[in-house]
């Protein structure tokens, strides 16, 4: 077909960015199909061993350009372009165009902005408009299909006025872009052959024609793309390799038992592919034992072909007998129990029931998956007379035909299944076996992402890995994972880079120096060594409000109220550095003068973690809820987790700390508000309508702890939560009359303890001492009346108390 300098370029470019170690994807598309490019080491899977057609690819029938989509790590695929920008000179490779169009909400955005229509208006119109990523719902369509727009357009003559303007501007395009992947290289410099435009974000030059035109005007397109999941591996992969552990992933076993009970388990967070709460649904009933069962759930995984994972499970597992339509089909259909899951067995039923060329298969392919009826009927009668002329009964081809003919719409290209399932079973295989690594991996690169790093935090959490508190003398700038003397993993310290408002840069110069000489020994050492062109109050602010200095000075709040003399004393002394004079009486050894900070106390426990929740973005040290212990299982709580993992729409009694309130008005002049909330499983969203709000007062104020009865409505992974009754947690965990057990084994506490008893707020909850002895336990009184209110941050107090061996809520 005249391709080898196409296989050769895309060989080429593939192996040096092997060589430079940037992490390269096993092949994905129909590209996995051919045993050239994988002898040529562009793609990592035997299509021979997975049945892999070479014409899903490249069909000698039906002459197009061959197509390569080929992954790179996120962070190295620039190096790889530079490099064949290099090798094939600059006015020989560039870009190509795209357009953006003004789809329905693009365009109501760009008009509604003309018309100067306030900001949160136009939003609430745009929310109207359904957002399906699949099928771009057009404005007539999306009028049609709600209800509530349309009463909008009835009712207001602005709303009608954008809806008039924006219907015919609907569709145009609105701006250039770059294509995300696709680059051209051609045989001569470009302008010869096509115009071209600068990108003004790119140095790159971009072909003036699209996609589509590109190729008509004989150029060939490769795209190159970047995956995260790739950096996450070899980020991984180097973890390991600094615990002393060599990984090669290609070289890792397909029968790898942890991977397996791992995906059996279905603890998939932040394995590729495999980690939404629909596919850990399938996964516990799949149980998958083999590399082919990860083939089969990642195409099977869509809309349509979902509904026959059920049959998939029950006949994997021996409960209904597999259906293969014909005798001679068993082997094309047996890895996949008689269920047609890829578009390569449409074309092998083709080939061995009707006698096709594959090349003719992949045509029969198309025509059904385009279900142009003349065309259908056509390849009808090739296939049945094909089969008869096989000796099928006539009857029993036109069925084979029509069953054929309906899982071929949705039938799924193998060759990129496999190629992708061979990256979830990477991904799978390192979190199975080196955890620690894999974790700190996935979290470093969703470094800026609050809520995806407070899943991994949920999930560390039942991993029983400890997230550690991020530290000035331990933290680096990304997250890493700690070991003991004898390499062993201990946990994962918080990066500061993680931190809000802090900056990668800045943190950088913070480790380096440290690197560079030793650990910083107090405050001033700190503030001597800082370089304030880098770091400013702001970002210190954040610091000490996430624990960062802890190990230097733990009142956060005296380090917070004296910044200012912090940062002061170490701009002075960096302009004294810089200006290389001596103080007034010289030597390099003359002592700096102490910075003094306010003398105040820390804040208190509740506050400090509110304080941690805003540098942070989630509670890590603790959760305000976690004080409540008991309380909340007598109150029949269900955390948000609890509640996500199962999916199920229905009423529900959850317990929050409160982040922040969203009030707005509707369109009929009513309150309403969502109200962000965080318990010690993560963070969630709930909508309060007037009746609710108005009852919930004051209540909804940041920090406040509320118990709050809701419904959960689920639409396929989110979970929409309304709100019937706020009320606040304090009050009603005190009503719940639950005492205290505290055990102590030596005199130490008694004296705090007696204090804390007598000056506490009377209540419901009895405290019972129990004073440990090598023999027994005996129970002490400590005051005439022990009953008092056991709240939070008596609970606190409590534990911050030395000496006591035990805490027990009765």
């Known amino acids: 077909m005249g391709f080898p300098g196409y296989f050769l370029i895309v060989a080429d470019f593939i192996k040096w960015a092997k060589d430079q170690d940037i992490?390269?994807?096993?092949?994905?598309?129909?590209?996995?199909?051919?045993?050239?490019?994988?002898?040529?080491?562009?793609?990592?899977?035997?299509?021979?061993?997975?049945?892999?057609?070479?014409?899903?690819?490249?069909?000698?029938e039906r002459v197009s350009m061959p197509d390569f989509d080929i992954d790179f790590c996120q962070d190295r695929r620039d190096e790889v372009i530079k490099y064949v920008q290099d090798k094939y000179g600059r006015d020989h490779v560039a870009q190509i165009i795209t357009f953006g169009k003004l789809q329905a909400r693009a365009v109501l955005r760009d008009v509604g902005r003309v018309l100067e229509m306030p900001y949160g208006q136009i939003d609430r119109i745009c929310k109207m408009v359904p957002n399906d990523p699949g099928k771009a719902m057009t404005l007539p369509e999306a009028i049609n299909a709600e209800a509530q727009l349309r009463e909008m357009i009835r009712d207001d003559e602005t709303v009608a006025r954008l809806m008039e303007i924006a219907k015919p501007l609907e569709g145009l395009y609105r701006h250039a872009s770059t294509h995300a992947a696709g680059v051209v290289i051609g045989d001569r410099p470009l302008d010869k052959l096509v115009p071209l435009y600068r990108d003004p974000k790119s140095d790159m030059p971009v072909t003036g024609f699209n996609m589509k035109f590109v190729e008509q005007a004989g150029l060939v397109k490769y795209d190159f793309l970047g995956l995260k999941t790739l950096t996450v591996l070899s980020t991984a992969v180097k973890f390991a390799k600094e615990g002393g552990h060599t990984v090669d992933l290609e070289g890792v076993p397909l029968d790898d038992q942890p991977s397996f009970d791992l995906l059996q388990r279905a603890e998939t967070q932040g394995v590729f592919q495999l980690e939404s709460a629909g596919m850990k649904d399938q996964l516990r009933g799949l149980k998958p034992t083999t590399f082919e069962d990860i083939i089969a759930i990642v195409a099977l995984y869509r809309p349509g072909p979902m509904e026959n994972i059920p049959a998939y499970i029950r006949r994997k597992h021996g409960e209904e007998e597999p259906d293969y339509m014909y005798p001679t089909l068993q082997p094309i259909l047996d890895e996949t129990f008689g269920i047609i899951i890829y578009q390569e067995q449409v074309m092998q039923i083709a080939q061995e029931l009707s006698g096709y060329s594959l090349g003719g298969a992949d045509l029969l392919r198309r025509a059904m998956g385009k279900k142009i009826q003349a065309e259908m009927d056509a390849q009808r009668k090739t296939f049945v007379d094909g089969a008869v002329g096989r000796g099928v009964p006539q009857q029993k081809a036109d069925e084979i035909f029509d069953q054929v003919n309906k899982f071929a719409g949705y039938g799924f290209n193998k060759s990129h299944a496999a190629a992708y399932a061979l990256v979830a079973y990477h991904t799978a295989y390192m979190k199975a076996n080196y955890p620690h690594e894999f974790m700190a991996a996935s979290m470093t690169l969703d470094l800026g992402n609050t809520d995806k790093l407070n899943a991994y935090r949920q999930e560390l959490d039942r991993m029983v890995i400890p997230l550690k508190c991020p530290s000035i003398n331990k933290s680096?700038?990304?997250f890493k994972v700690e070991r003991d003397v004898d390499g062993k993993p201990t946990g994962i310290r918080y990066a500061l880079a993680a931190l809000k408002n802090v900056g990668e840069a800045a943190m950088q110069t913070i480790i380096d120096e440290r690197t560079k000489n030793g650990p910083y020994k107090d405050i001033?050492?700190?503030?001597?060594?800082?370089?304030?062109?880098?770091?400013?109050?702001?970002?210190?602010?954040?610091?000490?409000?996430?624990?960062?200095?802890?190990?230097?000075n733990s009142n956060r709040k005296q380090m917070y109220t004296g910044l200012e003399s912090i940062v002061g004393e170490a701009s002075a002394q960096m302009a004294e550095r810089e200006s290389n004079q001596m103080g007034m009486f010289g030597g390099d050894d003359q002592?700096?003068?102490?910075?003094?900070?306010?003398?105040?106390?820390?804040w208190p426990p509740m506050e400090k973690l509110r304080e941690e929740f805003g540098a942070i973005g989630f509670y890590l040290s603790a959760h305000?809820?976690?004080?409540?212990?008991?309380?909340?299982?007598?109150l029949g709580v269900q955390s948000i987790g609890e509640i996500l993992a199962r999916g199920q729409t229905g009423n529900?009694?959850?317990?929050g700390s409160v982040v922040s309130k969203n009030e707005r008005i509707s369109q009929k002049g009513n309150r309403y508000a969502f109200l962000s909330c965080s318990d010690a499983s993560g963070a969630f969203e709930v909508t309060l309508f007037s009746e609710t709000l108005t009852a919930a007062g004051d209540l909804l104020v940041a920090g406040t702890p509320v118990l709050i009865k809701a419904t959960a409505q689920f639409e396929g992974e989110s979970v929409r939560l309304t709100a019937q009754s706020v009320k606040g947690l304090d009050k009603l965990v005190s009503q719940t009359a639950a005492g205290l057990k505290i055990t102590i084994n030596s005199d130490k506490p008694i004296a705090e303890l007696k204090s804390m008893v007598e000056t506490a707020k009377r209540g419901r909850g009895e405290v019972t001492i129990i004073a440990r002895t090598a023999t027994q336990d005996v129970k002490i009184s400590l005051a005439k009346d022990q009953n008092i209110a056991v709240t939070p941050e008596l609970l606190y107090e409590v534990h911050s108390i030395g000496g006591i061996v035990e805490v027990q809520e009765v």
């Open 591 to 602: 002592p700096t003068q102490s910075i003094r900070l306010p003398d105040v106390a820390d």
């Open 652 to 655: 529900f009694t959850l317990a």
């Open 624 to 634: 305000p809820l976690d004080s409540y212990g008991k309380s909340l299982e007598r």
């Open 23 to 60: 992490p390269v994807g096993p092949g994905r598309g129909s590209g996995a199909g051919s045993v050239v490019a994988w002898v040529l080491t562009i793609t990592d899977l035997d299509p021979l061993r997975f049945g892999l057609l070479f014409e899903r690819f490249l069909n000698p």
């Open 524 to 552: 001033d050492d700190f503030a001597g060594r800082l370089d304030t062109r880098q770091v400013n109050k702001r970002q210190m602010e954040n610091m000490v409000r996430s624990g960062t200095f802890d190990c230097l």
């Open 476 to 478: 680096e700038t990304f």
